[in-house]
């Protein structure tokens, strides 16, 4: 682990540009606790719900590839006015009450300090290592953004090729390699049978792409065109060691067992396989590598200075 940090501080000297007005222990003197609040609600938050891992890596990414890491995503709309939580990508991001409980701890221990983009950053951080993930160092320093616009938000989707998918990452100057890595994030991930339907026999004809074991499995949990199971059911992405961040994802789609299309694209487009064949082979490179992609895609058009604000409730711009 003494290795991953290193590696994690090299990365960040290297990165002058992107993180020049984010630093580590930003909050160090003006609130020294900051970290230790988020990290206890979230273990909190864990002990009773291992699924929030998930939950605030989903949401930290909604958040980062719309207007950058501003917390724009946990604007509630007001008054006829929306905001991106009704976009349809948005609409199934959960974990926000967890983010409403921290920012409550820290008002009350550091008032007007700590920003809702930074809660959002440091509470998936501490996430990912309750679940057996890397541990790295965070710098901190965002501030919240003044606009949430359901229009602006264009996400990858869950069929995208990757061409489509890579698209969205290098107009946020994120490489493919760590598109690649942050997709590993799904190794704790689920979706629900309606992204999955398309691709099972019970609703047409299996996807070529996908295992019959796994599409047998799948058709167990979603029914069939003719009886569909009822409640849209969950499905989780990695079959194997769902609440536990490892590697096995990318065993698993080198096998076909990709739930989703988008997935299983990593593994047989020849642009990307191998690097999905190195982090199935290597867990730690890819544990070293999702570290360093998490914290230069949280450097993404961040705020800082006196730009944006710090609010007061996450769910609404300060008055």
């Known amino acids: 682990m003494a290795k991953l940090f290193s590696s994690v501080l090299i990365f960040l000297f290297l990165l002058p540009l992107a993180l020049a007005d984010l630093r ?4 160090s003197k003006s609130c020294p606790s900051a970290e230790a609040i988020v990290r206890r609600i979230v273990q909190n938050r864990f002990r009773s719900d291992r699924s929030v891992t998930a939950a605030l890596l989903r949401m930290h990414f909604h958040d980062c590839f719309v207007r950058g890491c501003d917390a724009s995503i946990l604007i509630d709309p007001k008054g006829g006015k ?26 009350k221990a550091c008032p007007n300090t700590v920003s809702c983009a930074d809660i959002i950053t440091l509470a998936t951080r501490d996430s990912v290592a309750l ?11 965002r501030r919240d953004g003044l606009v949430s616009n359901p229009n602006e938000v264009n996400l990858p989707g ?11 990452f290098t107009a946020k100057r994120m490489t493919l390699s760590e ?3 942050l997709l590993g994030g799904h190794t704790v991930g689920f979706t629900h049978c309606n992204f999955v339907r398309g691709r099972l026999s019970s609703f047409g004809s299996r996807d070529p792409a996908m295992d019959s074991a796994l599409d047998t499995k799948l058709g ?17 992405l990695d079959q194997n060691t769902s609440f536990v961040f490892d590697n096995e994802y990318y065993k698993q789609i080198l096998k076909k ?13 020849a642009s990307s396989r191998g690097i999905v064949s190195g982090f199935a082979g290597n867990g730690g490179s890819f544990m070293q590598s999702f570290a360093n992609a998490m914290i230069k895609m949280g450097s993404i058009d961040v705020l800082v200075g006196n730009a944006g604000e710090i609010r007061k409730n996450c769910r609404a711009f300060n008055q």
């Not at 069939?224 to 499905?235: E, H, I, L, W």
């Not at 067992?257 to 487009?269: E, F, R």
């Open 82 to 107: 929306g905001s991106e939580k009704q976009a349809g990508p948005n609409t199934s991001v959960r974990g926000y009450e967890v983010i409403d409980e921290i920012k409550r701890a820290l008002e």
């Open 220 to 236: 167990r949990t979603c029914g069939s065109s003719s009886r569909p199971a009822a409640n849209n059911p969950r499905v989780f």
């Open 24 to 27: 580590l222990g930003f909050y």
């Open 179 to 181: 598109m690649v890595a």
């Open 257 to 269: 067992k990709g739930v989703l299309k988008i997935d299983q694209n990593l593994a047989d487009d």
């Open 158 to 168: 869950p069929s995208d090729s990757v061409s489509q998918a890579l698209r969205s």
């Open 131 to 141: 679940a057996g993930g890397p541990s790295y160092k965070v710098p901190t320093g």
